[in-house]
């Protein structure tokens, strides 16, 4: 089974700064999608990022982009020139790439929550 | 604006009362999902449907129940609520084919007590 792990419950950074957050995840699958969701106060999940594992391209979003590490089966969250409205709790997940059993089942981490200091 | 919406946003109630907790989505979605998120756990599957008139267990399926009788809605019942279910809710859809990817309603927070 898939599993996704975040190892830092809760991380720091200063407004203006660079932070990388942490996930690594398990799989014997060579197709599937990894995302990073934030989760700001308001409780909304708001997608950041995507991944396809069959790109070696890291995926870029403005001021958000990845470490794709396919054999270290690593993805990294990097956020650039860090605001205070980047504060939130950040959720890595995994989704295979053929519909298992029918649907695409995702398996979210336990998630990492971010501090913005001005 | 298209999106998903889930109501109530928020609910207290006393332990052994039925609930059922409203999801509906205007994208046209094949698939959806139940989550409960609790902390320090993330995000776990309740119950999902892949299409309509189709549903599966997640994992963590007891106590819940759901029905999917068109595309647009999925509530999610507790026939019998008890205090462990206390946590906050979330609907999710995707397309179900492609480059899925999920999209989240604003949840809904629920104390049994």
């Known amino acids: 089974a898939q599993t996704v792990t975040q190892s830092q419950p809760e991380m720091s950074v200063q407004e203006a700064e660079t932070v990388t957050l942490s996930c690594t995840y398990d799989?014997?699958?060579?197709?599937?999608?990894l995302f990073w969701y934030k989760q700001p106060p308001s409780r909304q999940m708001i997608l950041v990022i995507r991944?396809?594992?069959?790109?070696?391209q890291n995926a870029t979003e403005n001021r958000f982009s990845v470490n794709f590490q396919k054999a270290a089966k690593s993805f990294s969250l990097k956020i650039s020139d860090s605001q205070l409205g980047d504060a939130a709790m950040y959720f890595c997940a995994y989704r295979s790439g053929g519909a298992l059993g029918g649907t695409y089942k995702y398996i979210f981490g336990t998630g990492t929550r971010l501090k913005v200091l001005a | 604006i298209a999106g998903i919406t889930q109501a109530p946003t928020s609910q207290i109630l006393a332990a052994g009362r039925r609930m059922t907790l409203r999801c509906t989505q205007d994208m046209r979605h094949n698939a959806m999902y139940w989550y409960r998120q609790d902390l320090g756990l993330g995000l776990r599957l309740i119950h999902y449907?892949?299409?309509?008139?189709?549903?599966g267990k997640g994992e963590v399926p007891d106590g819940y129940s759901v029905s999917r009788a068109n595309t647009d809605d999925f509530p999610l019942t507790l026939a019998s609520a008890v205090p462990s279910q206390t946590s906050v809710y979330f609907c999710?859809?995707?397309?179900?084919?492609?480059?899925?990817?999920?999209?989240f309603g604003p949840g809904t927070r629920l104390t049994v007590l």
């Open positions: 999710a859809s995707s397309a179900g084919h492609g480059a899925d990817t999920q999209y």
């Open positions: 449907s892949n299409t309509a008139g189709t549903t």
């Open positions: 991944q396809e594992a069959y790109k070696q």
């Open positions: 799989t014997s699958e060579s197709d599937y999608y």
